[in-house]
């Protein structure tokens, strides 16, 4: 009895053309949808007066506003799902050999991949086929590694002042403002602007330990300016040695009644360290209170890789030789932006364009509907319909066996195997080379 699957097979190979059509059509949504975009966007930042290519859409509360990018990332990752889909169907289509191209590998002694994605294919596939096949897997590469930077989130830095103050600060108590140079005056300015919050009550009182998480961040989006109140140092002479590093104005700390300002210092130190003398930053160095090497001005260890994780008792937290009463720190609105990069726009509809003619051109010309053997399937129909002398008797034949022979036609007068049932894991149906590969190109992505 004769059996043929011929027409079974010819339907299948018009269902690879329709499910490159479906792929054009979804690759087709996805552009637009990018077009229009990049369209709105480009409008709306050219409108507000922005001219460079990366530019702020929406400004918020810095919790919404990172809730709102998160939700655009899931949905951006969704649609490059669906794009990276489509694109490789196709390739594992265009690169799934024929029946003359796997007729000509077996005379030669050589075998191809059927059912899977295939590198090894392309070099006995249609050249022009090939073409196609790069075309879609370059395509991919940008939009894999662009798609998700296109909406950014900017958070604000505080670049906060540290007032080192007696307590009679937080009382109201005036501060010395004849020894303060001329070029601080805009300085002092600021400072009785925030001692008259301090007595509004528009500052939030912390404890030693509470003080000391809400400032050792590098980026500080959520405070601003800190007043830490101090008890009078147990050593002037030690305590100016710290303050006078970075501090800003006149320095007291025998004679505080003579100004309620002990110091004010910038958030982070600037210092030189090394033989090379390398300027490195170390933020909310204040917290430490670690004096100056005198060869360098290096502290060691420095505060932001965390020496600041000594401090958390609040028994212990001295600056100088100062004891922390407590801090009191100015919560200012955080606002944050959603920018987005138009240029990466731009570049995803550009590689997104190529894709879908390049999944056009697949999908509308005879690359598919010559009977590729995308399935193991289409091959079982094939072979059925139309016996390969060359693979005659070799049925049973192991991956193992052909692997190791130069040439099949050294098979062709073997002797009839039976078949002995075994359990096999799936994961020996890969080699090994194929899980390495694969495993290494997770790993970079």
């Given at each position: 009895m004769e059996i043929s699957l011929k027409s079974g097979h010819k339907g299948g190979c018009q269902q690879v053309g329709d499910f490159a059509m479906m792929a054009a059509a979804l690759t087709f949504v996805i552009l637009l949808i990018n077009t229009i975009i990049a369209v709105v966007f480009t409008s709306t930042v050219r409108r507000s007066g922005y001219s460079g290519c990366i530019a702020p859409v929406h400004v918020g509360d810095c919790g919404a506003i990172k809730s709102l990018a998160t939700g655009i990332h899931i949905l951006i990752n969704i649609v490059n799902t669906l794009l990276l889909g489509a694109s490789n169907y196709c390739m594992q289509t265009v690169s799934a050999p024929m029946r003359k191209d796997v007729d000509k590998a077996h005379a030669r002694g050589k075998w191809l991949d059927i059912g899977i994605p295939s590198v090894r294919n392309l070099l006995c596939i249609e050249k022009k086929r090939v073409l196609i096949w790069l075309c879609l897997g370059l395509s991919s590469v940008p939009l894999h590694f662009v798609y998700n930077s296109i909406f950014i989130v900017s958070t604000p830095h505080h670049l906060y002042p540290v007032l080192l103050v007696d307590e009679s600060f937080v009382r109201g108590e005036p501060f010395d403002k004849d020894n303060w140079s001329p070029f601080e005056l805009g300085l002092v300015q600021s400072l009785q602007l925030i001692q008259e919050a301090v007595q509004n009550d528009e500052y939030e009182r912390l404890?030693?330990?509470?003080?000391?998480?809400?400032?050792?961040?590098?980026?500080?989006?959520d405070r601003a300016n800190v007043v830490v109140v101090l008890d009078p140092p147990e050593n002037c002479h030690d305590f100016k040695s710290f303050t006078t590093g970075d501090g800003l104005g006149p320095q007291y700390c025998e004679h505080p009644m003579n100004g309620s300002i002990y110091a004010t210092l910038l958030y982070s130190s600037s210092l030189t360290a090394g033989a090379l003398m390398?300027?490195?930053?170390?933020?909310?160095?204040?917290?430490?209170s670690l004096k100056y090497d005198e060869?360098?001005?290096?502290r060691l260890p420095k505060c932001s890789d965390g020496a600041w994780k000594n401090q958390m008792s609040p028994a212990t937290w001295t600056i100088g030789t100062a004891r922390?009463?407590?801090?009191?720190s100015q919560q200012p609105k955080a606002q944050c932006q959603l920018k987005?990069?138009?240029?990466?726009?731009?570049?995803v509809v550009c590689?997104?364009?190529?894709?879908?003619v390049t999944i056009v051109i697949l999908a509308t010309s005879n690359l598919v509907n010559r009977e590729p053997l995308v399935t193991i399937g289409d091959a079982v129909a094939s072979f059925i319909d139309s016996q390969e002398q060359s693979t005659k008797g070799m049925c049973l034949l192991s991956c193992a066996?052909?692997?190791s022979s130069q040439k099949l036609d050294e098979y062709q007068d073997i002797p009839a195997v039976v078949y002995k049932p075994q359990n096999s894991r799936y994961?020996?149906?890969v080699s090994l080379r194929r899980w390495l590969l694969a495993s290494i190109l997770r790993g970079f992505s």
């Amino acid at each position: 009895m004769e059996i043929s699957l011929k027409s079974g097979h010819k339907g299948g190979c018009q269902q690879v053309g329709d499910f490159a059509m479906m792929a054009a059509a979804l690759t087709f949504v996805i552009l637009l949808i990018n077009t229009i975009i990049a369209v709105v966007f480009t409008s709306t930042v050219r409108r507000s007066g922005y001219s460079g290519c990366i530019a702020p859409v929406h400004v918020g509360d810095c919790g919404a506003i990172k809730s709102l990018a998160t939700g655009i990332h899931i949905l951006i990752n969704i649609v490059n799902t669906l794009l990276l889909g489509a694109s490789n169907y196709c390739m594992q289509t265009v690169s799934a050999p024929m029946r003359k191209d796997v007729d000509k590998a077996h005379a030669r002694g050589k075998w191809l991949d059927i059912g899977i994605p295939s590198v090894r294919n392309l070099l006995c596939i249609e050249k022009k086929r090939v073409l196609i096949w790069l075309c879609l897997g370059l395509s991919s590469v940008p939009l894999h590694f662009v798609y998700n930077s296109i909406f950014i989130v900017s958070t604000p830095h505080h670049l906060y002042p540290v007032l080192l103050v007696d307590e009679s600060f937080v009382r109201g108590e005036p501060f010395d403002k004849d020894n303060w140079s001329p070029f601080e005056l805009g300085l002092v300015q600021s400072l009785q602007l925030i001692q008259e919050a301090v007595q509004n009550d528009e500052y939030e009182r912390l404890a030693p330990d509470d003080c000391i998480k809400a400032y050792a961040k590098d980026v500080v989006y959520d405070r601003a300016n800190v007043v830490v109140v101090l008890d009078p140092p147990e050593n002037c002479h030690d305590f100016k040695s710290f303050t006078t590093g970075d501090g800003l104005g006149p320095q007291y700390c025998e004679h505080p009644m003579n100004g309620s300002i002990y110091a004010t210092l910038l958030y982070s130190s600037s210092l030189t360290a090394g033989a090379l003398m390398t300027d490195v930053k170390d933020y909310f160095a204040w917290i430490c209170s670690l004096k100056y090497d005198e060869a360098f001005r290096s502290r060691l260890p420095k505060c932001s890789d965390g020496a600041w994780k000594n401090q958390m008792s609040p028994a212990t937290w001295t600056i100088g030789t100062a004891r922390v009463k407590y801090c009191l720190s100015q919560q200012p609105k955080a606002q944050c932006q959603l920018k987005v990069a138009l240029n990466l726009i731009y570049v995803v509809v550009c590689f997104n364009a190529l894709k879908f003619v390049t999944i056009v051109i697949l999908a509308t010309s005879n690359l598919v509907n010559r009977e590729p053997l995308v399935t193991i399937g289409d091959a079982v129909a094939s072979f059925i319909d139309s016996q390969e002398q060359s693979t005659k008797g070799m049925c049973l034949l192991s991956c193992a066996e052909v692997h190791s022979s130069q040439k099949l036609d050294e098979y062709q007068d073997i002797p009839a195997v039976v078949y002995k049932p075994q359990n096999s894991r799936y994961s020996v149906s890969v080699s090994l080379r194929r899980w390495l590969l694969a495993s290494i190109l997770r790993g970079f992505s």
